[in-house]
């Protein structure tokens, strides 16, 4: 009885070959493996522009953009948040914002009030009656609304050595105690002959 061979079956091998791996203008990427015009999708080193870098246009700025977003992102942890600042309390930019001034204020004995939208703290900063309380803020020299006496013999004499070149205004403002802006908007509508 003839034994009955099994024909052996060559198995071909193809081995697929990327035409652009034997071009000489194109290189594969370090990072996408792909093979990439080495004028067009890839940066230069240096002005000679005879090295071109490991990797493609696209993954660099990639790698580029995800560096930055992560920068940005310890930075938001640790600088308090975005330094976009909501003018309303209790609106803020992101969670970091809210987070890092809840502590501040805290550190500080203020506490968040939903009732009012503010921060509060007991004997400086209350909530009374609907209407916000400072206990602990200075009154001003000259309260909004109440108009200043320019017909004094001081701000004759303020004028006249200003004019004289005797005092700067910011001398002025420190002798007489008076905001160098009061004294500048003074001096110069005297000079037009206006009066304040
Ligand atoms: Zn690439």
Known sequence: MKEIIQPVVLELEIE????FSTNPDYKQCRTCQEYKHKIDDYYYHGSSKKTTYLDCTK?????????????????????????????????????????????????????YSDECGHFLKPGVKEYVDGKLKFYKVNKQKFPNGQKID??????????????????SQKQLSMKYGVSTATINKYINRTKNGETC
């Open 150 to 167: 320019y017909n004094t013999p001081e701000w004759k004499e303020m004028f006249d050595l200003y004019m004289l070149g005797n005092c």
């Open 16 to 19: 697929v070959v990327n035409p």
């Open 59 to 111: 993954c660099l700025n990639l790698r580029e953009l995800n560096r930055r977003r992560a920068e940005r992102q310890e930075e938001l942890e640790s600088s308090g948040g975005s330094e976009k600042v909501h003018t309303q309390v209790g609106v803020w930019s992101d969670k970091y914002q809210k987070e890092q001034t809840y502590m501040v204020m805290k550190a500080l004995g203020y506490t």
